[in-house]
């Protein structure tokens, strides 16, 4: 089983900055993709950003040039630096990562979510 405790939300003016941290720990043998993604409520749960294990990434066009994700392996954890936020970036976010078991098995798990709500 593998648990992902996200952190970093919360309330910010239009133009600020937050950071999302999500760290993965349990019992696997590989931590693949780990990835972005935001909801808001009623709607579908969209892609912000990826990154595979190797460092490449892949963003929405509506987060290109304003979002950056990454990783520190050591720590099994993925960011997302997240500047220039527009009211339109209020969602809830959630980490969401693929890993290989020891079975070589890949599996996706998600985090539980955290709100970042930006003010206009």
């Known amino acids: 089983q593998v648990q992902l405790v996200e952190s970093g939300g919360g309330l910010v003016q239009a133009g600020g900055s937050l950071r999302l941290s999500c760290a993965a720990s349990?019992?696997?043998?590989?931590?693949?993709?780990m990835a972005w993604y935001r909801q808001a409520p009623g709607k579908q749960r969209d892609l912000v950003a990826t990154?595979?294990?190797?460092?490449?990434?892949d963003y929405a066009a509506s987060v290109t040039g304003r979002f950056t994700i990454s990783r520190d392996n050591a720590k099994n954890t993925a960011y997302l630096q997240m500047n220039s936020l527009k009211p339109e970036d209020t969602d809830v976010y959630y980490c969401?990562?693929?890993?290989?078991?020891?079975?070589?098995?890949?599996?996706?798990?998600w985090g539980q979510g955290t709100q970042v709500t930006v003010s206009s």
């Open positions: 969401k990562v693929v890993v290989t078991t020891s079975d070589y098995v890949n599996n996706n798990y």
């Open positions: 349990g019992r696997f043998n590989r931590l693949n993709v």
């Open positions: 990154i595979t294990s190797s460092g490449s990434t």
